[in-house]
């Protein structure tokens, strides 16, 4: 499925080879994210020294001074993270990539505390507490300071926030300049292990089997593959000229059928189909996470892993959906046993 989008990767990496120290790019979802020095657009330069940072390409916004606690308040998904870990003054690892299919979101509380949630690859899929930490107000500026961790906002527009923060462990250290956007104005919707039916996240429509079932075709995907934990390949593009489609069922069953070049011909990608509930006005399924839903346009996560004899590969997915038809039988296909 992926072979052409892969291939268009490896054309962009050479292309942003050569663009890297002046631009940094996010994906087709999401804003472009520019760090700004002496009306200059630079991408790997201390976070000190910045002088202002923009989600576009257009006149800088200047690092917001005024923030109050109801700017703060709710659950923010991380997007995009560039960033490096340290031993003593050693940069072991670097890395500056889109990383909103990792799940991983703060949630800011009324009583001034930022946490850090962390999402597991589970059946079930939850986020668990990886962090606590109070933070204050002084003057409009945001700030966190305790003995393994420290924190400020770079800058805050509406429901988009740049976050500046590192932990600490002895002499070595994680570094990050992080952008996220709030999902949320509340605080319960991720599911924990003491929260098993959270609310619905702003970005939902209440979910119905009437306003799911149809036929969905994937316009866009990004995603990464790992080989026991090592990155292999990622891919981020427009996908609608593939003409694969979700297909979501009334009797609470999904489908993902892949359309065959050489045999002009849909097939069910797998064995079989993966059942799916609403609970709490929310969709729930195994391995996977409806991120957006508007009633025509949907943002799905999915993430499988499979291991071969020792070795366990995993590909977690972000697609893009776009309904097509509300009816289930739009695309003839055939099942792999026929």
């Known amino acids: 499925m992926y072979n052409q989008l892969k291939t268009q990767v490896i054309m962009k990496k050479l292309f942003f080879t050569l663009v890297a120290l002046v631009l940094t790019s996010t994906l087709a979802s999401a804003q472009q994210i520019n760090l700004w020095k002496n009306g200059k657009c630079i991408n790997q330069i201390p976070t000190a020294s910045v002088d202002s940072i923009t989600f576009s390409d257009k006149v800088p ?6 923030i109050t606690i109801d700017d703060l308040v709710g659950t923010w ?3 995009y993270s560039t960033g490096h870990r340290k031993e003593g003054t050693t940069i072991t690892e670097s890395w500056n990539k889109d990383v909103e299919a990792d799940l991983n979101c703060f949630v800011f509380t009324p009583d001034k505390v930022i946490t850090f949630m962390e999402y597991s690859e589970d059946i079930e899929g939850q986020w668990n507490e990886d962090g606590m930490y109070p933070f204050t ?15 400020k906002i770079l800058v805050l527009e509406g429901n988009k926030m740049v976050i500046d923060y590192k932990f600490v462990d002895g002499n070595r250290s994680k570094c990050y300049v992080d952008s996220i956007v709030r999902i949320s104005k509340r605080t319960d919707v991720l599911r924990t ?4 039916n959270p609310a619905r ?15 969905w075709l994937i316009s866009h995907a990004k995603g990464y593959e790992t080989k026991n934990d090592t990155e292999i390949d990622r891919w981020d593009g427009n996908v609608e000229n593939e003409k694969n489609y979700y297909v979501f069922f009334p009797d609470k069953r999904i489908g993902f059928l892949e359309y065959s070049d050489e045999s002009n011909e849909w097939h069910l990608d797998g064995s079989e189909y993966y059942p799916f509930d609403i609970k709490n006005d929310r969709f729930v399924a195994p391995y996977t996470e409806l991120l957006e839903f508007d009633g025509e346009t949907a943002k799905l996560y999915t993430c499988f892993t499979e291991e071969k004899g020792s070795t366990a590969y995993k590909e ?3 697609w893009v959906l776009r309904r097509v038809s509300n009816r289930t039988d739009y695309i003839k296909y055939r099942e792999l046993n026929e």
């Open 137 to 151: 107000i002084t003057n409009g500026k945001v700030e966190s300071k305790s003995d393994d961790f420290e924190g």
């Open 61 to 66: 916004v200047k690092p917001t001074t005024n």
């Open 77 to 79: 998904r991380i997007f």
């Open 193 to 196: 292990e003491t929260n098993k």
């Open 201 to 215: 996240p702003d970005a939902l429509q209440p979910i119905t089997i009437d306003n799911i079932v149809g036929t």
């Open 316 to 318: 977690c997915n972000i």
